[in-house]
């Protein structure tokens, strides 16, 4: 997210409650049984911080990073009020420097705002920052999203497809990767009958 996108996200955010809602993504729950406690997570992205405050609930030492201070700010309230810690960045991704094998998981849900070019680099940074066996998450829209139009971004070029998805993670194990439509239900912004796309895959060891 570039600066400019940081004050335009500034403002979706200003408004009362929780854009994307305070409850995790129905993907990354249902990815429970894959998490431990005490593995380290990187969540991209994270907004109000509904991800990332879900992870330090099952015990995870988590890296919540946003472009928006508005959306952080929204981030540490929810901790506060359940309770739980994680550290919180501000950062333009499209300059933040990922850390090299640092994380056993990341998570990147709905990080379409990034077109071919953004794109690019943070697959490229999602798998140096994980560790040997380390896991990434990731959901996003495909094309057939732009017909029901209940949310995500409006072009096409920023939306995933299967292919593209094995082509950018070439040399990670596909654990599971599925299109699917469903209905959802995150908060105002995500809402109704969506085109879907899960990715779950390891990083390779040496």
Do not use: C
């Amino acid at each position: 997210m570039t600066a400019n996108g940081s004050m335009s996200w500034d403002t979706r955010y200003a408004a009362e409650g929780y854009l994307f809602g305070t409850a995790p993504n129905a993907f990354l729950a249902r990815q429970a049984p894959r998490l431990r406690p005490g593995l380290s997570a990187l969540a991209l992205a994270d907004g109000e911080g509904r991800n990332g405050v879900w992870l330090a609930e099952q015990g995870l030492d988590v890296l919540s990073i946003d472009a928006s201070a508005v959306a952080l700010d929204k981030a540490r309230l929810m901790a506060r009020e359940r309770g739980v810690k994680l550290r919180f960045e501000q950062a333009d991704l499209a300059t933040w420097a990922f850390p090299e094998q640092s994380f056993d998981l990341v998570v990147a849900i709905f990080i379409q705002f990034a077109g071919p070019e953004l794109r690019a680099r943070l697959f490229a940074g999602i798998r140096r920052a994980l560790r040997p066996d380390g896991l990434l998450l990731l959901e996003g829209y495909r094309p057939e999203q732009l017909g029901y139009r209940t949310g995500g971004p409006p072009n096409a070029e920023n939306l995933y497809t299967e292919p593209m998805l094995r082509a950018a993670f070439a040399g990670m194990e596909i654990i599971e990767l599925a299109s699917y439509d469903a209905e959802i239900a995150e908060g105002t912004a995500h809402h109704g009958m969506s085109a879907l796309i899960d990715l779950v895959a390891r990083q390779p060891r040496p």
